[in-house]
């Protein structure tokens, strides 16, 4: 039998629970659908719950979603889901059952407000005022984490290390880093050791965690106990930044 979201195709009939109601909701009314999945011994997850999603900014900007919930144990987030491995995780959802965006760990307001902006314009409703995080994150969206905590929770969960890139997104070096050495599929590959992390300089989640580089893009690798194992500062080309990956990767 073939799946019906996503991965399988199934007879409507055979859907069942909320999940089910929500997506069938979407599509006879033509609306896009935000599936916020969770786990019950998830910290991040509450505290997404409790300040993020229900920040007045946030439920203003997500009205044009339909909006579920669901633990990532339950039977029918297991079958219509992609499979997920951290919580929290973010589904947005067209009508049709196409992932646009896949959201993992926590978020504050900002960053998430991006996202929500780049699924909309992503599904064609996307006011000409919002910033999509298109214009800001041009690097493959579930690759990275955007706060230490949920990337070091989630490094501990798989087994690997972290990488943090640290930018200037008004850089024009910072952009090419992105755009051109961390899209690589030879550095993406090389890199699937590392749980990848992205902060902005002077930011301040890059302050509190120690990451002040005069350079930006500086690249940080860490184990997750803290341990520094290389910190690349500057641009580098994909050869070049090769270098810096597999050095780092002999320290661990």
């Given at each position: 039998m073939k799946k019906f979201l996503l991965f399988i195709s199934v007879p409507i009939l055979l859907l069942s629970g909320e999940l089910k109601n929500t997506l069938m909701k979407a599509k006879r009314e033509h609306k896009p659908v935000m599936v916020?999945?969770?786990?019950?011994?998830?910290t991040y997850c509450q505290k997404m719950k409790n300040t993020t999603l229900s920040d007045g900014d946030i439920q203003q900007n997500i009205q044009d979603f339909i909006f579920v919930e669901v633990d990532k144990a339950d039977a029918e987030a297991i079958k219509y889901l992609p499979v997920t491995q951290y919580t929290p995780t973010i589904y947005f959802i067209s009508p049709k059952f196409k992932v646009v965006n896949t959201v993992k760990g926590y978020l504050p307001k900002d960053d998430f407000n991006l996202w929500i902006n780049d699924s909309k314009s992503k599904l064609g409703i996307l006011g000409t005022?919002?910033?999509?995080?298109?214009?800001?994150?041009?690097?493959?969206?579930?690759?990275?984490?955007?706060?230490?905590?949920?990337?070091?929770?989630?490094?501990?969960?798989?087994?690997?290390?972290?990488?943090?890139?640290?930018?200037?997104?008004r850089s024009s070096w910072s952009q090419r880093m992105r755009q051109e050495t961390l899209s690589d599929e030879r550095i993406k590959d090389a890199l699937n050791q590392f749980v990848w992390v992205k902060l902005e300089k002077n930011s301040a989640e890059a302050l509190s965690h120690g990451f002040s580089p005069k350079l930006a893009p500086t690249v940080y690798f860490r184990k997750v106990d803290g341990t520094e194992l290389a910190t690349a500062k500057g641009y580098f080309s994909p050869k070049d930044f090769l270098l810096w990956v597999n050095y780092a990767k002999g320290k661990m």
């Open positions: 916020y999945v969770k786990a019950e011994s998830c005022e919002e910033k999509s995080v298109h214009e800001v994150f041009t690097t493959k969206g579930e690759d990275w984490f955007y706060d230490m905590a949920s990337a070091e929770d989630y490094a501990r969960q798989t087994g690997k290390e972290i990488m943090v890139y640290v930018e200037n997104r």
